[in-house]
Structures are given as C-alpha cells and as structure tokens.
C-alpha cells in the first residue's frame, strides 16, 4: 500500500488479508525419485531378499510413470477429475505393500504387482478410450 495515496484508493487490512496466496512448488523430479526410493526400501524388507534388490528400480519405474502421468494428463472441463499428485505414487507403494510376503518369488510376480497397483491408482480414473490406451502403452514401456 503506497502511504501516499488518496483515503478513497487506499484497500482496508480487513479486506486485503482475503487476498494473500500461498504457492508451493511442485518437488523436481529426483527429490521425488529419493524420496519414493526410500519409501521403497523401507516397504520391502519383508519380502524375499532376491525381491529386495529391486527396490530402487520399482521407485524409478514409478517415478518415470508419474512424470508421464502428470505432463500427458492433465485436467481439463472435460477431464477435471485427471487431477493426479505424488500422493497416487505412495498410494501404488502402499498397495504392493499388502500383498502377502510368499506370493512374491520371482521379478515378474513383483513387476505383475506393479502394474496392477499402478493401473489401479491411475488406471481406474480414465474414461476416454485414448487416454487408456495412452496410459496402458507407457505403463508397459516403463515395466519393460
């Protein structure tokens, strides 16, 4: 507020507090990629030890999925609720972590969970056909 100003331009406190914004901006990338990392290593160490080693590439998959989530789908009036966030990538860990510890032997078994999970949380929300079919292609680039 300018102290020089007429009375009549001059904007109340009371009125003026209604106006403050806060923004955030949103983690890069490889904050986010230590962070599901450890999340990651943290939610393994029950399973079988040959599954263990994966940790750090189940975090990068997701990590690279979300990435592609976020920059190809985003809401539109059409689409308002493609309203995806980092907290869809630890609702998949927290997903693969329910399942039972002697289910997973092999790399596959955990690469078949990740996908489940992943089309779950993401999956489910796309009604438009391309979308899908978008999200089913990249999903299958990134496991592979």
């Known amino acids: ?21 806060i923004a955030l901006d949103e983690p890069r990338l490889e904050t986010m990629r230590a962070r599901l990392t450890e999340q990651a290593g943290r939610m393994v160490t029950e399973w079988p030890s040959s599954v263990q080693l994966h940790a750090p590439r189940i975090a990068a998959a997701l990590a690279d999925i979300c990435q592609r989530v976020f920059v190809h789908l985003k809401p539109t009036p059409m689409k308002a609720h493609y309203t995806f966030s980092w907290r869809d990538a630890y609702k998949v860990l927290v997903g693969m972590q329910m399942i039972e510890t002697n289910s997973l032997q092999r790399q596959a078994d955990v690469m078949k969970l990740f996908y489940h999970e992943c089309y779950r949380n993401f999956g489910d929300r796309l009604l438009m056909t391309h979308d899908r079919s978008w999200f089913t292609r990249a999903l299958e680039e990134v496991c592979r």
């Not at 009375?7 to 109340?12: L, Y």
């Open 1 to 21: 507020m300018a102290t020089n100003a007429p009375e009549a331009e001059r904007v109340s406190k009371r009125a003026l507090h209604r106006f403050f914004l």
